[in-house]
C-alpha cells in the first residue's frame, strides 16, 4: 500500500505523457528547442531523418491539404506541425478529416491518435491506435503510445503490457523505457521508476526529456541535491538554471500544500 500523495500529485498526472515523455515539458520550456510535438517518447512517436521547422512547415502543408484533403502525406505533416504550435484541437480535426478520406490508411491512422492523446482524448486515441496497429507487423511506437494512452486512463497494468510488448520488439529503446517509467510515477512506485529512468537515460544521452523525468522522480523522493546535478549535466548555464528552478517550484509547490510526504527510496535499488 502506497502512502498518500500531496495533491499536487495529480497536476504531475496531467501533464506527464499525454503529449510527450516529458513530466516538466510546461515548465521546461526554456530548456527546449523544439516544439512539444518533437518531444515524443510517450507517443511513441518516429523521429523524422531530419528536422523541420514546424512554423514554415504550417504554411507549406496547409496549401497542400486545402488543395487536396486526400494528400496523406500532406495531413501528417500538417497535423504534425499544428501539433508542435500548440494547436492541438485542429490537428485532431485535420487528420480525423483525412482518416476518413483514407479509411485503411495505417499511418494516418496513427497520427490521428496521437493527436487525439496530445489533445487528451485517450481513451479514444487507444481505440484509434488500435485500428492502426496490424499485429501481424507489429509497430512498437504504437504500442508505446497505447501504453502512454492507457497509463492516463489509470490501467497501469495493461499499459505495461503494450510497453512490454513494444520491449521485445525495440529491446532497450529509451523512448519506451521512459514512458515504462513515467507509469511507475504515475502509479506511485517511486524507487521502480526511478531505477528504470536511470536504465533510459544511460541509454539516452543527454536527451532532455528522459533527463527531466528522472531528475524529477529522485526530487520527489526528496534528493533534492542529486536531482539538481541530474539536471544541470552538459547544459549550458542558462538552460541548467532554467531546468532547476522549473524542478524546485514544482517540489516547492508540493511541500507547502501540507500532503503526507513522499514515499522515500530505499538505499537499494
Not at 516529458?22 to 528536422?51: N, R, Y
Not at 515504462?180 to 510515477?185: E, H, I, K, N, R
Not at 523525468?213 to 536531482?227: C, I, P
Given at each position: 500500500?502506497?502512502?498518500?500523495?500531496?495533491?499536487?500529485?495529480?497536476?504531475?498526472?496531467?501533464?506527464?505523457?499525454?503529449?510527450?515523455?516529458?513530466?516538466?515539458?510546461?515548465?521546461?520550456?526554456?530548456?527546449?528547442?523544439?516544439?512539444?510535438?518533437?518531444?515524443?517518447?510517450?507517443?511513441?512517436?518516429?523521429?523524422?531523418?531530419?528536422?523541420?521547422?514546424?512554423?514554415?512547415?504550417?504554411?507549406?502543408?496547409?496549401?497542400?491539404?486545402?488543395?487536396?484533403?486526400?494528400?496523406?502525406?500532406?495531413?501528417?505533416?500538417?497535423?504534425?506541425?499544428?501539433?508542435?504550435?500548440?494547436?492541438?484541437?485542429?490537428?485532431?480535426?485535420?487528420?480525423?478529416?483525412?482518416?476518413?478520406?483514407?479509411?485503411?490508411?495505417?499511418?494516418?491512422?496513427?497520427?490521428?491518435?496521437?493527436?487525439?492523446?496530445?489533445?487528451?482524448?485517450?481513451?479514444?486515441?487507444?481505440?484509434?491506435?488500435?485500428?492502426?496497429h496490424k499485429p501481424e507487423d507489429p509497430d512498437w511506437s504504437i504500442l508505446s503510445a497505447q501504453g502512454a494512452s492507457l497509463d492516463q486512463l489509470g490501467r497501469f497494468?495493461?499499459?505495461?503490457?503494450?510497453?512490454?510488448?513494444?520491449?521485445?520488439?525495440?529491446?532497450?529503446?529509451?523512448?519506451?523505457?521512459?514512458?515504462?517509467?513515467?507509469?511507475?510515477?504515475?502509479?506511485?512506485?517511486?524507487?521502480?521508476?526511478?531505477?528504470?529512468?536511470?536504465?533510459?537515460?544511460?541509454?539516452?544521452?543527454?536527451?532532455?526529456?528522459?533527463?527531466?523525468?528522472?531528475?524529477?522522480?529522485?526530487?520527489?523522493?526528496?534528493?533534492?541535491?542529486?536531482?539538481?546535478?541530474?539536471?544541470?549535466?552538459?547544459?549550458?548555464?542558462d538552460e541548467a538554471n532554467a531546468g532547476v528552478t522549473a524542478l524546485k517550484q514544482m517540489l516547492a509547490r508540493k511541500q507547502a500544500s501540507g500532503g503526507d510526504k513522499?514515499?522515500?527510496?530505499?538505499?537499494?535499488?
Open positions: 500500500m502506497h502512502p498518500k500523495f500531496p495533491r499536487q500529485f495529480g497536476q504531475i498526472r496531467r501533464l506527464a505523457p499525454a503529449a510527450a515523455c516529458v513530466i516538466l515539458a510546461v515548465v521546461l520550456s526554456a530548456c527546449q528547442t523544439s516544439g512539444p510535438s518533437d518531444i515524443t517518447g510517450s507517443l511513441g512517436e518516429k523521429a523524422d531523418a531530419k528536422a523541420s521547422d514546424p512554423r514554415r512547415d504550417l504554411d507549406t502543408y496547409r496549401e497542400r491539404f486545402k488543395a487536396n484533403p486526400k494528400d496523406s502525406e500532406a495531413a501528417l505533416k500538417y497535423g504534425k506541425a499544428l501539433r508542435s504550435t500548440g494547436q492541438k484541437s485542429q490537428a485532431v480535426a485535420v487528420l480525423e478529416q483525412a482518416s476518413m478520406a483514407n479509411p485503411g490508411n495505417a499511418a494516418l491512422l496513427a497520427g490521428y491518435g496521437r493527436a487525439l492523446a496530445d489533445n487528451g482524448n485517450f481513451q479514444q486515441a487507444f481505440d484509434v491506435l488500435g485500428r492502426a497494468d495493461e499499459a505495461r503490457q503494450y510497453y512490454a510488448s513494444a520491449l521485445k520488439i525495440v529491446p532497450d529503446e529509451p523512448s519506451v523505457l521512459c514512458n515504462l517509467g513515467l507509469s511507475y510515477v504515475l502509479s506511485k512506485d517511486l524507487p521502480k521508476a526511478e531505477e528504470t529512468l536511470r536504465r533510459a537515460h544511460s541509454l539516452a544521452g543527454s536527451d532532455m526529456r528522459v533527463r527531466a523525468n528522472l531528475a524529477l522522480t529522485v526530487g520527489l523522493q526528496g534528493r533534492m541535491s542529486e536531482a539538481e546535478t541530474i539536471m544541470k549535466a552538459d547544459l549550458p548555464p513522499l514515499p522515500v527510496a530505499s538505499t537499494k535499488q
